[in-house]
């Protein structure tokens, strides 16, 4: 009984590791997708509007990580 304890404790930490790596990942995603975003339309300000509906998107494909980390 004891080692089936320890396996659920394991399994249990082990998916907090995974969810919090993903989200870390998400995050840095959206923190360069909206860099970098934000560094071309400094170059170009009439290229804002296809700049930011493709950065919408690169933000929502990056927190698309979060929830597989979080619920799978």
């Known amino acids: 009984m004891e080692l089936l304890n320890q396996i659920a404790a394991f399994t249990a930490e ?4 995974q969810g919090a790596i993903g989200c870390a990942a998400a995050a840095i995603g959206v923190g360069l997708v909206g860099a970098k975003a934000v560094e071309s339309v400094g170059r170009n300000p009439g290229a804002s509007g296809k700049v930011l509906v493709q950065s919408i998107i690169g933000m929502a494909l990056a927190e698309a990580i979060a929830f597989y980390a979080l619920f799978l």
């Open 14 to 17: 082990a998916g907090e590791l």
